[in-house]
Nanobody
Framework: QVQLVESGGGSVQAGGSLRLSCAASGDTYRPYCMGWFRQALGKEREGVAAIASDVGTTYADSAKGRFTIYKANAKNTLYLQMNSLKPEDTAMYYC???????????????????????WGQGTLVTVSP
């Protein structure tokens, strides 16, 4: 089974940027579908973004235009570049291996909490006004 270790969280002011990293190890296979999730204090975990090599990327509405998910396959590392951060982005961020699903002939990779398979311990992002 793959192990996931997130890093890169921290405290920034609104409008600032952070890049989160997720190092994957412990398994010989390369997950097809991976993503980032977050959970704010007192709220449910929500999907932020997902990526699969052949279908591209998918973003939650809250992340569109500000966040970018990408992978460095040679490093087995997943990233989340976050720009124009807002106080409402404050949360623990988790990277995850996701289960893809088929709809007809289309294989989907979505940041859906129902698709969570494996996730890391998280990295905290705090955005101050």
């Amino acid at each position: 089974q793959v192990q996931l270790v997130e890093s890169g969280g921290g405290s920034v002011q609104a409008g600032g940027s952070l890049r989160l990293s997720c190092a994957a190890s412990g398994d010989t296979y390369r997950p097809y579908c991976m993503g980032w999730f977050r959970q704010a204090l007192g709220k449910e975990r929500e999907g932020v973004a997902a990526i699969a090599s052949d279908v591209g990327t998918t973003y939650a509405d809250s992340a569109k235009g500000r966040f970018t998910i990408y992978k460095a396959n040679a490093k087995n590392t997943l990233y989340l570049q976050m720009n124009s951060l807002k106080p409402e982005d404050t949360a623990m961020y988790y990277c995850a291996v996701l289960r893809s699903r088929w709809v007809g002939s289309r294989r989907l990779c979505l940041p859906d909490t129902n698709a969570l398979d494996t996730w890391g311990q998280g990295t905290l992002v705090t955005v101050s006004p």
